[in-house]
T-cell receptor, first 113, second 112 residues
Framework: ETGVTQTPRHLVMGMTNKKSLKCEQH?????MYWYKQSAKKPLELMFV???????ENNSVPSRFSPECPNSSHLFLHLHTLQPEDSALYLC????????????FGSGTRLTVV | DQQVKQNSPSLSVQEGRISILNCDYT??????FLWYKKYPAEGPTFLIS?????DKNEDGRFTVFLNKSAKHLSLHIVPSQPGDSAVYFC???????????FGKGTKLSVKP
C-alpha cells in the first residue's frame, strides 16, 4: 500500500460509546497530523506528532485522545463525544517542517448520535 | 481569529473561462502558501504553492499570485474544465513547526 490510509471510512457512534480512528502512512514521513473538517469551517488542526512526540494540541477537548505508537501509525481515540463533534476527520503526514509535502488520507466521516 | 480567510464559499464558472479563487491572510510570518483541492469523499490533494518571496507561480493551467502588501493571494485556473469542480483550500505555512493553517475553502463549479 502507498499513501495515507484511514479506517474506518464512515463511523456512527452513540454519545456513550468508545471508538478509535486509525491512520497509517507508507511514505516514510516523520510527522503525522489530525485535522477536523466541519461544515462551513476551516480545516482545523487538532494534533501534531513529530518523530512520535506530540508537539501540538490545539485546545482539543479531552474526549479526543491521540496515540502515535510509531512514525507510521496514528490513532484518535474517541469517548463520550457530543453531536457537534460530527465531522470529517482527516489524517495527514509529512516530513517535519515541509508544509508542501502534506499527504492527506480520505478521512473518516464521523456521526455522533 | 482566522489567519487564513476565503470569503467566497462558492464560485460558478462556465467551461473554458477563467476561475479566480481568492484568499486573504493576517499572519505576516507565513513562509509560503499552498492551494489544495478536495473532491467529495477524498482527502485534500496538493495543487500549487508559492513562496512568500515570490509574487507569481505558474503550473500549467494553474497560476497563483501573491500580493504581500495586501496580504492577498489568488488562484487562477484557465481554461476551466468541468473536472476542476471541487473545493479549493488556501493554506499558509509558517512557525517553527511548519504547520498548515487552512481557510474555509471555496467550492468551485465549472459548468459545461
Amino acid at each position: 500500500e502507498t499513501g495515507v490510509t484511514q479506517t474506518p471510512r464512515h463511523l456512527v457512534m452513540g454519545m456513550t460509546n468508545k471508538k478509535s480512528l486509525k491512520c497509517e502512512q507508507h511514505l516514510g514521513h516523520n510527522a503525522m497530523y489530525w485535522y477536523k473538517q466541519s461544515a462551513k469551517k476551516p480545516l482545523e488542526l487538532m494534533f501534531v506528532y513529530n518523530f512520535k512526540e506530540q508537539t501540538e494540541n490545539n485546545s482539543v477537548p479531552s474526549r479526543f485522545s491521540p496515540e502515535c505508537p510509531n512514525s507510521s501509525h496514528l490513532f484518535l481515540h474517541l469517548h463520550t463525544l457530543q453531536p457537534e463533534d460530527s465531522a470529517l476527520y482527516l489524517c495527514a503526514s509529512s516530513q517535519v517542517g515541509q508544509g508542501k509535502g502534506y499527504t492527506f488520507g480520505s478521512g473518516t466521516r464521523l456521526t455522533v448520535v | 481569529d482566522q489567519q487564513v480567510k476565503q470569503n467566497s464559499p462558492s464560485l460558478s464558472v462556465q467551461e473554458g473561462r477563467i476561475s479566480i479563487l481568492n484568499c486573504d491572510y493576517t499572519n505576516s510570518m507565513f513562509d509560503y502558501f499552498l492551494w489544495y483541492k478536495k473532491y467529495p469523499a477524498e482527502g485534500p490533494t496538493f495543487l500549487i504553492s508559492i513562496s512568500s518571496i515570490k509574487d507569481k507561480n505558474e503550473d500549467g493551467r494553474f497560476t497563483v499570485f501573491l500580493n504581500k502588501s495586501a496580504k492577498h493571494l489568488s488562484l487562477h485556473i484557465v481554461p476551466s474544465q468541468p473536472g476542476d469542480s471541487a473545493v479549493y483550500f488556501c493554506a499558509g505555512v509558517g512557525g517553527s513547526q511548519g504547520n498548515l493553517i487552512f481557510g474555509k475553502g471555496t467550492k468551485l463549479s465549472v459548468k459545461p
